[in-house]
């Protein structure tokens, strides 16, 4: 407690010292009113806000002339209706939200304050404390603004999910979005790209307020830094400030068009980039905000748009060609004739896969291929039987050699015969895929285009379900006629077996193993031969053609490249698929029966080779692999 009246005046001294400290110091802007609402007192926080170099500025000044000069209407604002005054004369505190101050330059601010009476000895004053709201309200201006923007872009979501779930993603449909989007944005400009397999980009959805030359259907090359290519080079969204030095062809249409700047985002559909959704702003307008990113948003809606059409398409698709395939199985599995299969293939593919031909082809020993089924919805494919060279670029040169599916999109520079008739077809986009039988190229099935658009990328696939039924029904085919021929095989050994075990003398049963051999192997010539200790051989049976050119006891010398003397110099089975190349006397005797191969196997009796048993064919195909078992 103070001992004496120096000691309180030193304390109330002090104590206002501490006071004025601490307004000195305070962040908060406060002044301070007398009675007369004249200012007596102001901070340095509240000088500054108030932009007053010093406190001479504002001291002596009435606090309503200083600060409030107008309503923000620009009406005046009678001291009368001045709230912060009220405490002086009401003793009540006075708190508002918002309200208008006006700086030394004349600027006027939003604030928020409170105002609070204080005793003073000439009678009751206020305490003013007040904040700036300025940067305050703009970002609240901002944030509505924003909500605004979202809630416009939400409610275009909406309406572009609406056209999502009503059907597929045809042209209106992305006209729509192009043309919901643009509003959104406020841009004049938006178009939808869909990236095709031959590097170019096609319009499937446009709008746009000035005349511009991407119209639906369109095809543009994807050259240059224009946003398509920058967004199918990254993957990512992308943005273009200018466009007035950006090479290639979509950027210069856009520079007639009017368009200075735009964005793109990706459209993804099953983890590809299908294409892109692009905008763009005149030379008078800018570009939003991140519009890259906001167009991402759209872009989602428009891959699910194109993902579910692609599933609705490829349940549609599927169906179909499981139909198909039990057609053909339903063939196969009636044992129907392999040229009657092959027909009906040729025929379901060309349909299913809208192509406009099918081609089947067998693959022979010499290099070419046979055409075994053909189609074509205009009726100009080649016909059944026609043989091709498989040499140079083509789709049945290609699969020859590989024994891979393949693909070709024209054959303008492609060289052979095949590429030949590929052209005097009109044919340009065309797929392969092989036809293999019990783990061996058989053939290949193909089909082709002519139109400039490539054949979707699951062609190849979808070919290998009908190439594989193809290769069941050949398989069969072939199972049968081995069943038939062992049939046939048996009987003639049974009629052979039953001369020998009736004691028959061996020239009968010779030539009646000539016949037999002949008429099973379905071959121009058969006969036996008996090795001679003097490098001989001697005809002791024989069959078909050569029964008059070399009848039976024929002794005929040994040497050179022929079967009979191969079996003999080896003891082994032997053959010679062109015998034009066979050499020495016995050969003679083949060229004057005309044959064009033969195979001969050894007859062995008691360890020891005895002769040989010899086939001769006419035919240009080779004997079959199995002729020598």
């Avoid at 500054?48 to 500025?57: I, K, M, V």
């Avoid at 009678?78 to 006075?94: K, N, S």
């Avoid at 105002?115 to 404390?129: D, K, L, Q, T, W």
């Avoid at 037999?516 to 006969?527: F, K, M, N, P």
Wanted: net charge negative.
């Amino acid at each position: 407690m103070p001992e004496s009246l120096t000691d309180l005046a030193d304390l109330r001294v002090s104590t206002e010292d501490f006071l004025a400290a601490v307004l000195d110091t305070a962040p908060q802007p406060i002044w301070v009113v007398d009675p007369d609402g004249v200012i007596r007192f102001a901070n340095p926080a509240a000088l500054a806000a108030l932009g007053y170099d010093s406190a001479d500025e504002l001291y002596g000044c009435h606090s309503h002339e200083a600060i409030h000069h107008t309503h923000p209407d620009g009406t005046p604002y009678p001291v009368a209706e001045c709230p912060m005054l009220l405490p002086a004369a009401t003793g009540e505190t006075i708190a508002s939200d918002l309200d208008w101050f006006f700086r030394r330059d004349g600027s006027m601010f939003p604030v928020s304050y409170v105002s609070v009476p204080i005793e003073m000895s000439a009678g009751r004053g206020a305490v003013v404390a007040f904040t700036d709201i300025e940067e305050r309200l703009a970002a609240e201006q901002a944030l509505r603004e924003h909500d605004r923007v979202l809630a416009t872009q939400e409610a275009s979501l909406r309406r572009i999910a609406t056209l999502v779930a009503g059907g597929a993603a045809s042209s209106a449909v992305f006209a729509a979005i192009a043309r919901e989007v643009a509003q959104v944005l406020g841009l004049p400009m938006v178009l939808v790209w869909r990236f095709e397999h031959d590097g170019t980009a096609s319009v499937v959805g446009a709008w746009s307020a000035p005349a511009h030359r991407f119209v639906t259907g369109s095809r543009w090359p994807v050259d240059g830094e224009a946003l398509c290519a920058l967004v199918q080079r990254t993957g990512r969204p992308a943005k273009i400030d200018d466009y007035s030095e950006v090479p290639g062809a979509i950027a210069g249409a856009l520079r007639e068009a009017g368009i200075r700047s735009g964005a793109a985002a990706p459209i993804i559909v099953d983890g590809d980039i299908w294409g892109v959704m692009a905008t763009g702003a005149a030379a008078s307008e800018s570009l939003p905000d991140r519009i890259e990113y906001r167009l991402a948003d759209f872009t989602a809606l428009v891959g699910t748009a194109i993902s579910n059409t692609a599933s609705q398409e490829g349940l549609a698709q599927l169906a179909d060609e499981q139909a198909a395939l039990r057609r053909v199985a339903t063939l196969v599995a009636r044992d129907v004739p392999p040229p009657d299969v092959f027909a009906a293939v040729a025929r379901e593919v060309g349909l299913l896969l809208a192509v406009d031909a099918t081609h089947m082809a067998r693959y022979e020993h010499d290099g070419t291929a046979t055409g075994v089924a053909a189609w074509s919805p205009a009726g100009d494919h080649k016909p059944v039987g026609a043989r091709v060279n498989t040499e140079g670029e083509s789709i049945v040169g290609l699969v020859l050699r590989t024994a891979r599916p393949a693909r070709m999109q024209g054959y303008e520079h492609a060289s052979g015969p095949a590429a030949a008739l590929g052209r005097e077809l009109g044919l340009r986009s065309s797929v392969g895929a092989p036809i293999v039988v019990d783990q061996r190229l058989w053939g290949v099935m193909i089909v082709a285009s002519k139109g400039d658009r490539p054949l979707p990328a699951d062609t190849e696939s979808r070919l290998a379900n009908f190439t594989d039924l193809v290769a069941t029904a050949i398989s069969n085919a072939h199972a049968r006629a081995e069943v038939d021929r062992l049939a046939v095989e048996q009987a003639a050994l049974r009629r052979v077996a039953t001369l020998v075990a009736h004691e028959s003398p061996p020239g009968d049963v010779f030539a009646a193993v000539a016949e037999e051999l002949g008429r099973l192997l379905d071959v121009a010539a058969t006969r036996l031969v008996r090795y001679e200790e003097d490098e001989t051989a001697t005809i002791v049976g024989s069959w078909g053609r050569l029964a008059d050119v070399v009848p039976v006891g024929t002794r005929l010398p040994l040497g050179g490249t022929n079967v009979i003397s191969l079996v003999a110099r080896t003891g082994r089975p032997a053959r010679i698929d062109d015998y034009a190349e066979a050499t020495g006397p016995i050969a003679a005797y083949g060229h004057r029966l005309d044959a064009r191969g033969a195979v001969g196997g050894p007859i062995v009796v008691a360890g020891r080779l005895w002769g040989a048993m010899i086939a001769s064919s006419a035919a240009t195909d080779p004997l079959p692999p199995g002729t020598e078992a």
